[in-house]
T-cell receptor, first 115, second 114 residues
């Protein structure tokens, strides 16, 4: 079945540092890829998405490129802020299923940014 | 507007109580979802409704009973829960037209079962 693997955390950075959170996936067909962010005590927010190979999703300074050849969707940000401290989930949906709703998540990466 | 609302925000219940969680969206979405999330874990899918019909039940115990009265509203009825059911319950919705569409999540209901 489909699976998503994220780099192990937690990740601790200083403000203005460069961020990379690695995400690789296993899926048949042509999945759509997502990054969700969960701030402390809140639900999940869609951060960015990409629906086909070589698409780049971007939002709030975060970027990720859908790389089919390496089955990856790494999240990057050039300069993190304290307010970026949260849990980041990589996820996919796949048309290979029999009905809607099978969002497959990675295990999540906890990011802490210090001033 | 991509807002999904959930009430209540917090809920404490005993093992003999009956309670309900409510989820609402006004985006015209026709697919709605319930997820359960334990601390430091990704969400786990429980149920999917498509056009007000239950399309996926991920082998959830019968003490959880979903209901979709109309296209904007999704309920989760709780009865005789166990302490291990304590978790964050998240509702999500999507357009309901394709397998790979984006799901939008609500803020969740944090449930504590005593």
């Amino acid at each position: 079945g489909d699976s998503v693997t994220q780099m192990e955390g937690p990740v601790t950075l200083s403000e203005e540092a460069f961020l990379t959170i690695n995400c690789t996936y296993t899926a048949t067909g042509y999945p759509s890829l997502f990054w969700y962010v969960q701030y402390p005590g809140e639900g999940l927010q869609l951060l960015l998405k990409a629906t086909k190979a070589d698409d780049k999703g971007s939002n709030k300074g975060f970027e990720a490129t859908y790389r089919k050849e390496t089955t990856s969707f790494h999240l990057e940000k050039g300069s993190v802020q304290v307010s970026d401290s949260a849990v980041y989930f990589c996820a996919l949906t796949n048309a290979g299923g029999t009905s809607y709703g099978k969002l497959t998540f990675g295990q999540g990466t906890i990011l802490t940014v210090h001033p | 507007d991509t807002e999904v609302t959930q009430t209540p925000k917090h809920l404490v219940m005993g093992m003999t109580n009956k309670k309900s969680l409510k989820c609402e969206q006004h985006m015209g979405h026709r697919a709605m979802y319930w997820y359960k999330q334990k601390a430091k874990k990704p969400p786990e899918l429980m149920f999917v409704y498509s056009y007000e019909k239950l399309s996926i039940n991920e082998s959830v115990p019968s003490r959880f009973s979903p209901e979709c009265p109309n296209s904007s509203l999704l309920n989760l009825h709780l009865h005789a829960l166990q302490p291990e059911d304590s978790a964050l319950y998240l509702c999500a919705s999507s357009l309901g037209r394709a397998f790979q569409e984006t799901q939008y999540f609500g803020p969740g209901t944090r449930l504590l079962v005593l």
